[in-house]
């Protein structure tokens, strides 16, 4: 029962969070760490062009895979930030990137996945 309630708290703080961002009343940095790879939160930030993709790939010195993300924050001052999100394995790294593994130099985020 108490794991159905913190679920329940949960989904509706995500959903609090994603109307926030709808609403460009928060940035990237205001998203707290644990959610800040949440599919749905991520999704909605790319759409919106809050994270933009860039390198993405398997680091074979230090054995995991990562993403490059230049990210937007509301404050001005300090324009698109470089953020890199690591990934012990593939499976969780795939769920990342919602099965697109296309990169390309040039690669915008509404390039379509095939």
Do not use: W
């Not at 913190?6 to 961002?21: T, V």
């Not at 205001?30 to 390198?55: A, H, M």
């Amino acid at each position: 029962m108490k794991k159905k309630i913190k679920k329940a708290s949960e989904e509706k703080h995500l959903m609090s969070l994603m109307s926030q961002i709808k609403k460009k009343n928060s940035d990237f940095f205001d998203v707290p760490d644990e959610y800040r790879n949440y599919p749905d939160i991520v999704k909605l930030q790319r759409e919106l062009g809050i994270r933009i993709s860039g390198k993405r790939g398997y680091d074979i010195i230090r054995d995991i895979f990562f993403v490059e993300e230049n990210v937007r924050s509301n404050d001005n001052s300090s324009g698109m930030k470089l953020y890199i999100s690591c990934f012990p394995n593939f499976v969780s790294y795939y769920n990342f990137l919602n099965g697109c593994l296309l990169y390309t130099s040039d690669a915008a985020d509404d390039t379509p996945c095939v």
